[in-house]
């Protein structure tokens, strides 16, 4: 499967430690030169930076870029990057955090995920505790989300949780 990264869901993941879950769940992620810059840029968290400094074997810097998609002229660089690289390679996901980079990227048929969905994954699959990680990601990090969306992620985990014993029972 191929998917592709924004600099938000890397960022978030090796703050808290949790990186690892993309290839666990994906196997390999592509990213932009772009998001890589991105990355490591001064600004960036001394761990995200330390960690591009010399990226893993599932982390593929992708150069390929496609013609323009509507809307990207209103993201910044790493962002449309991503989104035309996903497009280009028919990614089968994109993963991205802000919320017009998600609606552009939707819009040009794209299924996308961010932080949460990729947190809440790994809960549903038992690879981690869903309550302390998202704890830890709005203590730790400037990851902004409001309470409604946290409860209805909590109620999907809750419901995809109760719901595989009633399949395996049948």
């Given at each position: 499967?191929?998917?592709?990264?924004?600099?938000?869901?890397?960022?978030?993941?090796?703050?808290?430690?949790?990186v690892?879950?993309?290839?666990?769940?994906?196997?390999?992620?592509?990213?932009?030169?772009?998001?890589?810059?991105?990355?490591?840029?001064?600004?960036?968290?001394?761990?995200?930076?330390?960690?591009?400094?010399?990226?893993?074997?599932?982390?593929?810097?992708?150069?390929?870029?496609?013609?323009?998609?509507?809307?990207?002229?209103?993201?910044?660089?790493?962002?449309?990057?991503?989104?035309?690289?996903?497009?280009?390679?028919?990614?089968?996901?994109?993963?991205?955090?802000?919320?017009?980079?998600?609606?552009?990227?939707?819009?040009?048929?794209?299924?996308?995920?961010?932080?949460?969905?990729?947190?809440?994954?790994?809960?549903?699959?038992?690879?981690?505790?869903?309550?302390?990680t998202?704890?830890?990601?709005?203590?730790?990090?400037?990851?902004?989300?409001?309470?409604?969306?946290?409860?209805?992620?909590?109620?999907?985990?809750?419901?995809?949780?109760?719901?595989?014993p009633?399949?395996?029972?049948?």
């Amino acid at each position: 499967m191929t998917v592709v990264g924004d600099t938000s869901v890397l960022r978030y993941l090796v703050t808290l430690g949790q990186v690892d879950l993309l290839p666990r769940r994906f196997g390999q992620l592509l990213i932009p030169p772009e998001v890589a810059d991105e990355c490591r840029h001064s600004g960036s968290p001394e761990a995200l930076r330390t960690f591009m400094r010399n990226p893993p074997g599932w982390l593929s810097i992708d150069r390929l870029s496609a013609a323009s998609t509507p809307g990207l002229e209103r993201l910044d660089p790493g962002e449309a990057a991503a989104i035309r690289l996903a497009l280009a390679r028919n990614a089968k996901l994109l993963l991205i955090d802000e919320r017009l980079g998600r609606r552009v990227a939707t819009n040009a048929k794209l299924r996308v995920s961010g932080t949460l969905g990729i947190i809440a994954d790994a809960a549903q699959r038992g690879w981690l505790d869903f309550e302390m990680t998202v704890q830890d990601l709005i203590e730790k990090t400037n990851f902004r989300v409001s309470q409604e969306v946290i409860e209805a992620v909590r109620r999907r985990i809750d419901t995809c949780q109760v719901s595989e014993p009633a399949r395996r029972a049948r």
